[in-house]
Nanobody, 126 residues
Framework: QEQLVESGGGLVEAGGSVSLSCAAT?????????MGWFRQAPGKEREFVGR???????YLADSAKGRFTMSRDNAKGTGLLQLNNLKLEDAAVYYC???????????????????WGQGTQVTVSS
């Protein structure tokens, strides 16, 4: 059983926007975790996109700065990744993940995260 469920991906034109949601299932107290976002394109390794601690401290990868934003609602058990000004190279499966080490440190490796969702596909058309 997945502890996290992503939604909101789809087909978007280059320059467009899409919002991705991540919902924690019952049993996960979201306020105890930092939430990370990753993406993986075909044939490539899983890539760090951003991280938001339970208190809202954020860190974005350079490729996401100025275009992507993150937010979360601990009470609702949800997180959001807003993707703006999408580029062709942003096309990937996007994953949310939870890190029990809820620190503001730049934990960018997938191995640092304890729970993962199933991913949601974002396709960018020209």
């Amino acid at each position: 059983q997945e502890q996290l469920v992503e939604s909101g991906g789809g087909l978007v034109e280059a320059g467009g926007s899409v919002s991705l949601s991540c919902a924690a299932t019952s049993g996960i107290i979201l306020s105890r975790y930092a939430m990370g976002w990753f993406r993986q394109a075909p044939g490539k390794e899983r890539e760090f996109v951003g991280r938001i601690t339970s208190s809202g401290t954020t860190y974005l990868a350079d490729s996401a700065k100025g275009r992507f934003t993150m937010s979360r609602d601990n009470a609702k058990g949800t997180g959001l990744l807003q993707l703006n000004n999408l580029k062709l190279e942003d096309a990937a499966v996007y994953y949310c993940a939870l890190d029990a080490s809820n620190t503001p440190w730049r934990r960018t490796l997938p191995s640092a995260y304890d729970y993962w969702g199933q991913g949601t596909q974002v396709t960018v058309s020209s």
